[in-house]
Every structure is written in structure tokens, then in C-alpha cells.
């Protein structure tokens, strides 16, 4: 993976709106594969920080969502 997909990785990961779905529908990486990427690449105090603001967050998650899906012009058009 290069740097540039790292950082957008992270990036879409700190988003709020930006559900774990998404994540691996552009990068094939599954929730808990983002997880370890961000703990590998972040401070230890940015990563615990992050897990707090996501833990439970319904946002983060396609299926619990209730806000409309977009689409970032950095994300793949279609498989």
C-alpha cells in the first residue's frame, strides 16, 4: 500500500460520515484490518483518541446509518 492510500485511509477513518463499508468497498479492507492499520501508522495517544470518537458511533457503520450515502470523488467509481 503506498503512502498516499495510507493517509486517505486514515483520513476516511477520522470522518465521521465516512462508514467502515465504504472504507472496504475502495481499499478491500474490513473494519478491524482498518483498526490495525491505524494503530500501526498513529501515535498510541491519536489511536486511543480515535477508538473513543468511533466506538459505538452509528455513523461508521453503513447499516445504522440514517444519513443519505455520498460518494467521495477520491473513491472508485465501480468494481
Known sequence: ?????????IEMAWED???FEAIEFQFGLKENDVRKLMRKHMKESSFKMW???VKGRKTKHAKNSEGTRFKSKNQKANR
Open 17 to 19: 460520515r465516512t462508514p
Open 1 to 9: 500500500m503506498t503512502e498516499e492510500q495510507i493517509d486517505r485511509i
Open 51 to 53: 477508538r473513543e470518537r
